[in-house]
């Protein structure tokens, strides 16, 4: 891992979906077995430049999502390395049992792209907007979850799965992320990127919020608290090793997730927590409740995933220390 | 097809069945009605259609099988072992503790299962997608897939059953076992399928169907099906459910059902005299 912070936090200009589909497509080259699935979100992925460079290995099944991971499932059988897209609730829940079966208690070989995490799903409101997703995944026993949180985490994570053998679930935003990352930047799976070191508490941030938990930190400063930073990227396999020392050096933990904090970051933190190093513990993530329809900005206020929100919550769990 | 051949097919699907009782024998209970059914196709496919090597399970360039219906493992299990797979001893292992021969179909535990199987619909997708590989590979290999009447009902059939024709899948040969029944009571009771090969031929497919126990008809429709290009083929099998075993073919539900030492003996008995006969 050679993570190398960014010097601003600002907006790429790439967007999350084309940085995806420039990678494949440089895979693509390399690797005649990677093959890309897709159920009728080509365009809304930024997927045609794909499609078209390479047609033979690009299967658009139509609204078929459970159809799409068997076949998925198939292709790696054969030693294809599968990439399956849909929306992030149609590429988890709606097909549940054939990832579970087909996919993952066949033991096959398939990158499942799950797009439009929580509240970034916005104006397709609380039907397309997935809180549950990263937890119905987490049931599965050796699923990994990865969550990355700019253009360069997600190159250098698809380069990664790439080379791997397994059932992978990407959750990707399509839309321009909040620069955290230089380029260049390579990061470990199922290591957390440390993203600011500090004394007082440590912020575990996934996603968007990452960038939320970045203003917090510097807002906590101005206050005197120092609080430690790690984006935790990788929601499964979790790293224990990070959280249970930020429990021990910081002594209180705040989570942040742009997800249901039931089986999601806040759920997965307090499993290490309770049976290593029980320290006070305050969840930021939407609150076990559907989502709705608005503007990305009204929904992050909406369900409290915001710096302020973060800083509050900071207070709380400093109170309970 | 010459008698020699016939008779050839029909003392391994004997053979088959004389196995699958056993292992239900041993056990006292199972899928009888299902693995029964699908006999003689497996007799077919594994004596006299696929290219498949018992040394090596995984060979790239075989033909595959995925049974859908992955509850007719037992069936499957019983072909394997005749055809080397796997000692025949193992056959005696079925849903033990720490077998390699589970109730359903399990890619990762028994050598020459393709695919694992066992929720409804799934083997269809993941049948297109082994097909769609070896196409792309160019391999010249067929895969066969069977699907139980009953699991018709499910929707991933018919999202498989589009998509298989709308690629073109030529080098993908399906069956349905039309044995009439499922869990709760005959199909045109809990759902009727109406005409099964209707279904498929709207679909896109090349659509037969044939006598189920009748190795020669399943035989020439598998060749039949292998000239047919530009689209997939369905092959739709006129089963009895339990086929060869008559308490089984005579209870009125008997998807799972109880084997009694005797029941079972019984139907071996019977079926070791019919491979005498032929």
């Known amino acids: 891992m050679n993570a190398i912070l960014a010097a601003e936090n600002i907006k790429e200009e790439t967007a999350m979906r084309d940085a995806y589909c420039q990678t494949l497509m440089e895979l693509a080259k390399e690797n005649s077995n990677i093959v890309v699935l897709d159920a009728d979100l080509m365009s809304s992925m930024g997927m045609v430049p794909f499609w078209k460079a390479y047609p033979e290995r690009t299967f658009n099944v139509g609204i078929q999502e459970a159809n799409m991971m068997g076949i998925a499932a198939g292709l790696s059988a054969t030693g294809k390395v599968p990439f399956a897209h849909s929306f992030g609730p149609f590429a988890t829940r709606r097909c549940f049992d054939q990832i579970f079966m087909s996919c993952a208690y066949a033991k096959l070989n398939v990158r499942i792209i799950g797009s439009d995490p929580g509240v970034t799903a916005a104006y397709n409101g609380g039907t397309h907007m997935p809180f549950e997703d990263m937890g119905i995944m987490r049931n599965i026993p050796n699923v990994t979850i990865l969550e990355p949180v700019d253009s360069v985490m997600l190159k250098d994570l698809i380069k990664q799965t790439a080379g791997m053998y397994g059932i992978f679930y990407i959750r990707l935003l399509r839309k321009n992320a909040v620069k955290v990352y230089e380029e260049g930047s390579t990061f470990e799976i199922g290591k957390a990127v440390k993203l600011k070191d500090g004394k007082d508490v440590t912020i575990i941030a996934t996603g968007i919020l990452v960038d939320e938990a970045i203003k917090a930190a510097k807002k906590l400063e101005e206050q005197g608290i120092i609080a430690r930073l790690l984006n935790m990227f990788t929601l499964k396999p979790i790293d224990k090793e990070a959280i249970i020392a930020a429990a021990k050096e910081t002594g209180a933990i705040v989570t942040a997730e742009n997800h249901n904090i039931i089986n999601g970051l806040g759920s997965a933190v307090a499993e290490v927590l309770s049976e290593n190093c029980p320290v006070p513990l305050e969840r930021v993530g939407v609150q076990d409740v559907f989502g709705e329809v608005g503007p990305e900005n009204y929904l992050r206020e909406r369900f409290g995933l915001t710096a302020d929100n973060i800083v509050n919550k900071v207070h709380k769990v400093l109170q309970r220390k | ?278």
């Open chain 2, 1 to 278: 097809m010459n008698e020699n051949m016939r008779k050839e097919l029909e003392r391994f699907a004997t053979r088959i069945r004389i196995e699958t009782m056993k292992e239900f024998k041993e056990l006292g209970f199972g899928h009888v009605g299902g693995a029964m059914s699908i006999v003689e196709t497996l007799a077919v496919l594994y004596g006299a259609v696929m290219k498949v090597d018992p040394s090596s399970p995984r060979w790239e360039d075989r033909d595959w099988l995925v049974v859908s219906k992955g509850h007719a493992g037992p069936a499957v299990y019983a072909t394997l072992a005749l055809k080397g797979f796997f000692p025949m001893e193992e056959l005696m292992t079925l849903n033990k503790p720490g077998t390699n021969l589970p109730s359903h179909c399990d890619r990762n535990k028994t050598p020459g299962i393709d695919m694992t199987t066992g929720s409804l619909g799934q083997g269809v997708s993941t049948a297109i997608g082994v097909a769609l590989g070896n196409r792309l590979d160019k391999r010249d290999s067929y895969v066969y897939l069977i699907i139980g009447d009953g699991e018709c009902d499910e929707g991933q059939v018919w999202e498989g059953a589009l998509y298989a024709a709308h690629q073109k899948l030529d080098n993908l040969i399906a069956f349905v076992d039309d044995n009439k029944k499922q869990l709760d009571g005959y199909t045109k009771d809990v759902n009727d399928l109406g005409d099964i090969a209707d279904k498929f031929r709207s679909f896109g497919w090349h659509a037969v169907r044939v006598d189920g126990a009748d190795v020669e008809q399943i035989y020439n429709a598998i060749m039949a099906a292998k000239e047919v290009k530009g689209k997939p083929s369905v092959i739709v099998l006129d089963t009895v459910k339990g086929k060869g075993c008559s308490f089984a073919e005579n209870a009125h539900s008997n998807h799972h059902m109880v084997v009694s030492p005797e029941q079972a003996d019984m139907v071996i008995e019977e079926l070791e005299r019919k491979v005498v006969e032929l």
